[in-house]
């Protein structure tokens, strides 16, 4: 194993750390509540149980996201490996994908549901947690990747 690699499994693994404690956490102190305020007028922590996708769409379709989470885990890592993937920019885009898939990826198999804890009190917006904020910003990263297409 590349010592590049090994960086991205060590920053996979501390998201999937940082998404379960901040779901517990909420479990434990927000679940139950009428919420509370995070950054107040603009993000408040609120308890959410999503069966589905992102904006709940798609709700009791539990195994097909463990499914799709494994598979979409399997391939990011079988790209990097055999691809020797160079650019910071993508692996650290890849490492947010490998993250966030894995921290929903464990709630569905586990509890049927993923904890959802931040809402957006400036505008009408989904609520979201630690790991959906991992796949954005890894989507974000490797599509500017894709589009420039040289090390950024």
Same mark, same amino acid.
């Given at each position: 194993m590349r010592k590049r690699h090994l960086i991205c499994l060590? +920053?996979?693994?501390?998201?999937? %750390? &940082?998404?379960?404690? #901040?779901?517990?956490?909420?479990?434990?102190?927000?679940?139950?509540?009428? +919420?509370?305020?995070?950054?107040? +007028? @603009? #993000?408040r922590l609120t308890y959410a149980e999503n069966q589905g996708a992102a904006f709940g769409l798609f709700q009791n379709f539990r195994w097909i996201f463990v499914v799709l989470g494994i598979a979409v885990t399997v391939a990011v890592v079988v790209i990097t490996i055999r691809e020797r993937v160079k650019s910071p920019a993508l692996l650290a885009g890849l490492t947010f994908i490998v993250g966030g898939t894995l921290?929903? &990826? !464990?709630? /569905?198999?586990?509890?049927?549901?993923?904890?959802? =804890?931040?809402?957006?009190?400036? =505008? /009408?917006?989904? !609520?979201?947690? #630690? %790991?959906? &904020?991992? &796949?954005? @910003? +890894?989507?974000?990263l490797t599509c500017l990747y894709i589009i420039v297409k040289k090390p950024i």
């Open positions: 060590l +920053g996979a693994a501390a998201l999937i %750390a &940082l998404d379960s404690w #901040v779901k517990n956490w909420t479990v434990a102190n927000i679940k139950g509540t009428h +919420g509370q305020d995070f950054i107040p +007028g @603009i #993000v921290g929903n &990826l !464990i709630d /569905r198999a586990l509890s049927g549901y993923v904890v959802d =804890m931040f809402e957006l009190e400036f =505008m /009408r917006f989904a !609520i979201f947690n #630690v %790991a959906d &904020l991992a &796949l954005t @910003i +890894g989507g974000v």
